[in-house]
C-alpha cells in the first residue's frame, strides 16, 4: 500500500468540491524560511512520505504558534525516516469528523462517517453505507450518528454545516466508484462549523 502524492491528493479534492484550509508542502528549509511570515498563526505541520501511513506514531505531527516554532519543528520533521517533506496548514475551528472509504472484496467502496475524538474511538459513533451514497442518505448518516445533538450544536450553539458535510460525504462515494485503483481514504479530520466543512488532513491510498 502506498500514499497518494500530495499534489495528487489536492487535485482529486478540488475535482470533487472537497474543500481544505491553505496547505502548503515544502522539501527544504530554505522554502519554509521564505514563506514562513505569509501564513496566519498558528499553523500545523504533518510529515508527508507516501510509505508513511500513521503521522503521529512517529511524531509527525506538530502545532507552532509563530515563525520560529515553524522553522524549528520543520528541522526536526525534516529528519524523520522515510519524510520526504512537511505540510504547513493554516488552522480551522469547529467540530471535528471522519469521513472515509474502504473498498471491501464483495460490497465495493464502504463509506464511513463518524464524530471524532472519543466518539470514534471509544463510543464507536459511525455509520456505514455502500456506495453510491446521494447527498440524502449522506444527511440521514448525520443524523443516525449518537452524537447528532452534539453536532447540532445543543450544548455550546456551535452547529456544524450538515449541507457541505454531507457534499462532501456523496463527493468522496462518487470519488470511490470512478477510482477503482483507491483502496481507502481516510479524511480525518473533516473540521465543520456553521459556514463551512474542510477536510483538514486527507489520505489516498492505493
Given at each position: 500500500?502506498?500514499?497518494?502524492?500530495?499534489?495528487?491528493?489536492k487535485?482529486l479534492?478540488?475535482?470533487?468540491?472537497?474543500?481544505?484550509?491553505?496547505t502548503?508542502?515544502?522539501?527544504?528549509?530554505?522554502?519554509?524560511?521564505?514563506?514562513?511570515?505569509?501564513?496566519?498563526?498558528?499553523?500545523?505541520?504533518?510529515?508527508?512520505?507516501?510509505?508513511i501511513?500513521?503521522?503521529?506514531?512517529?511524531?509527525?505531527?506538530g502545532?507552532?504558534?509563530?515563525?520560529?516554532?515553524?522553522?524549528?519543528?520543520?528541522s526536526?520533521?525534516?529528519?524523520?525516516?522515510?519524510?520526504?517533506?512537511?505540510?504547513?496548514q493554516?488552522?480551522?475551528?469547529?467540530?471535528?469528523?471522519?469521513?472515509?472509504?474502504?473498498?471491501?472484496?464483495?460490497?465495493?467502496?464502504?463509506?464511513?462517517?463518524?464524530?471524532?475524538?472519543?466518539?470514534?474511538?471509544?463510543?464507536?459513533?459511525?455509520?456505514?453505507?455502500?456506495?453510491?451514497?446521494?447527498?440524502?442518505?449522506?444527511?440521514?448518516?448525520?443524523?443516525?450518528?449518537?452524537?447528532?445533538?452534539y453536532?447540532?450544536?445543543?450544548r455550546?450553539n456551535?452547529?456544524?454545516?450538515?449541507?457541505?458535510?454531507?457534499?462532501?460525504?456523496?463527493?468522496?462515494?462518487?470519488?470511490?466508484?470512478?477510482?477503482e485503483?483507491?483502496?481507502?481514504?481516510?479524511?480525518?479530520?473533516?473540521?465543520?462549523?456553521?459556514?463551512?466543512?474542510?477536510?483538514?488532513?486527507?489520505?489516498?491510498?492505493?
Amino acid at each position: 500500500m502506498q500514499v497518494i502524492e500530495f499534489e495528487e491528493a489536492k487535485k482529486l479534492l478540488a475535482e470533487y468540491k472537497i474543500s481544505f484550509p491553505r496547505t502548503v508542502f515544502y522539501s527544504a528549509e530554505k522554502e519554509v524560511k521564505k514563506n514562513a511570515g505569509s501564513f496566519k498563526y498558528p499553523v500545523f505541520l504533518k510529515v508527508y512520505g507516501k510509505d508513511i501511513l500513521h503521522r503521529t506514531e512517529i511524531g509527525g505531527v506538530g502545532e507552532a504558534k509563530d515563525k520560529t516554532e515553524l522553522l524549528k519543528m520543520f528541522s526536526k520533521m525534516l529528519k524523520i525516516k522515510g519524510v520526504e517533506g512537511v505540510l504547513v496548514q493554516e488552522k480551522v475551528d469547529g467540530k471535528s469528523l471522519i469521513i472515509g472509504m474502504k473498498r471491501d472484496p464483495q460490497f465495493g467502496p464502504v463509506i464511513m462517517v463518524g464524530i471524532g475524538g472519543i466518539f470514534t474511538e471509544i463510543l464507536k459513533d459511525f455509520i456505514l453505507r455502500v456506495a453510491p451514497v446521494s447527498k440524502e442518505e449522506a444527511l440521514n448518516m448525520l443524523i443516525e450518528l449518537k452524537g447528532y445533538n452534539y453536532l447540532c450544536g445543543k450544548r455550546d450553539n456551535q452547529p456544524i454545516n450538515f449541507e457541505e458535510t454531507a457534499k462532501i460525504i456523496t463527493a468522496i462515494s462518487n470519488l470511490a466508484l470512478k477510482h477503482e485503483e483507491i483502496i481507502e481514504i481516510d479524511l480525518n479530520p473533516v473540521i465543520s462549523n456553521a459556514k463551512k466543512s474542510s477536510a483538514v488532513d486527507f489520505k489516498f491510498i492505493i
